[in-house]
């Protein structure tokens, strides 16, 4: 059974920084592209950063660009998302998510987290 668990999140200040972890089992992690979902409440859910199997090849949304960095460690099958200089527009569900043919934004994962909840105060 495949499984991803978000950790990390929480309630920051605007401004400031936290750090997102997604361990994953029960897959061969090193083959899978992996990234990151948000969903604020009353919008659709919307791709924040990729990475891809090698981590070479990083995709960001444009609303994060800049702020955010992806990142993976294989040998812990582990990916990340560092978010820094939070808005209260960045407050929604993370979600973590791994599959395949990460070209960029516009991909379709085929396994997901159950997410964690990200709010940042104004």
């Known amino acids: 059974q495949v499984h991803l668990v978000e950790t990390g999140g929480g309630l920051v200040q605007a401004g400031g920084s936290l750090r997102l972890s997604c361990a994953a089992s029960?897959?061969?992690?090193?083959?899978?592209?992996m990234g990151w979902f948000r969903q604020a409440r009353g919008k659709e859910r919307e791709f924040v950063a990729g990475?891809?199997?090698?981590?070479?090849?990083?995709y960001y949304a444009d609303s994060v660009k800049g702020r955010f960095t992806i990142s993976r460690d294989n040998a812990k099958n582990t990916v990340y998302l560092q978010m820094n200089s939070l808005k209260p527009e960045d407050t929604a569900v993370y979600y973590c998510?791994?599959?395949?043919?990460?070209?960029?934004?516009?991909?379709?994962?085929?396994?997901w987290g159950q997410g964690t909840q990200v709010t940042v105060s104004s």
């Open positions: 029960g897959l061969n992690f090193g083959l899978y592209d």
């Open positions: 998510a791994a599959g395949y043919s990460m070209y960029g934004s516009t991909w379709t994962p085929t396994h």
């Open positions: 990475v891809s199997r090698s981590g070479t090849n990083l």
